[in-house]
Structure formats: structure tokens, C-alpha cells
């Protein structure tokens, strides 16, 4: 079973900048979708932003524009360019690679890392 690890979340100032890590690890066969996903406290968990292998790109209505995804599929990482950040933006951040075998497709989470965005 794979791994999947983040890295990079802290606390900010409204307006900073932050950039977010992912790797997979472990058994992880043919990626072929990474992406970020968020949860603010005692909210849902939504889409920041997801790559697909093709170049396919969605993000978020709230991040677009100051968010920007980049994936390094040799190195099985994804990173997350955070920019003008909110308070709103204050949530658990999570990544999440999707890999297949055939037609076993499989989804694996990090156990996220918080980005606070505060004074």
C-alpha cells in the first residue's frame, strides 16, 4: 500500500505565501490524478485543486487565480503554490494521488498538514 505524505503548512499573515509538498510513497503504481483538497474546521472537505497526467487542471472557485498546482510525476511529488492568503483559506490541507494498476484504480490521502492564515 502506498503513502502519501504533506508538508509545508504554518502559520501566515493575511496576504502571504505559502508552498505545500506531497509525495507518494511505498506502492504506488501508474499516478495518473494529484491533487489538494481542504477542510475547515467543523466544514466539508473541497476541492483546491487536482492535475491529471494529460495537463488537465481545475481549481477551486475560491483559490483560483492565487493558487497554482504543479505535479512532478518522475518524482511522485505535487506541489501547491499558495499566494494572497485569507483567513478564509485557514483549513487542514490534503493531498491526494490517484494511481492505477489495469483497472484497479486506487485513491490514497495524506493525513494533511494545517495552514493557518491569521495576524
Known amino acids: 500500500q502506498g503513502h502519501v505524505a504533506e508538508s509545508g503548512g504554518g502559520l501566515v499573515q493575511p496576504g502571504g505565501s505559502l508552498r505545500l509538498s506531497c509525495i507518494a510513497s511505498?506502492?504506488?503504481?501508474?499516478?495518473?490524478?494529484m491533487g489538494w483538497y481542504r477542510q475547515p474546521l467543523g466544514k466539508q472537505r473541497e476541492l483546491v485543486a487536482r492535475v491529471t497526467r494529460g495537463g488537465s487542471t481545475i481549481y477551486g472557485a475560491s483559490v483560483r487565480g492565487r493558487f497554482a498546482i504543479s505535479p512532478d510525476y518522475a518524482k511522485r511529488m505535487v506541489y501547491l503554490e499558495i499566494n494572497s492568503l485569507k483567513p478564509e483559506d485557514t483549513a487542514v490541507y490534503y493531498c491526494?494521488?490517484?494511481?492505477?494498476?489495469?483497472?484497479?484504480?486506487?485513491?490514497?490521502w495524506g493525513q494533511g498538514t494545517q495552514v493557518t492564515v491569521s495576524p
Open positions: 511505498g506502492t504506488i503504481f501508474t499516478i495518473y490524478e
Open positions: 491526494n494521488v490517484r494511481d492505477r494498476l489495469g483497472e484497479s484504480e486506487y485513491s490514497q
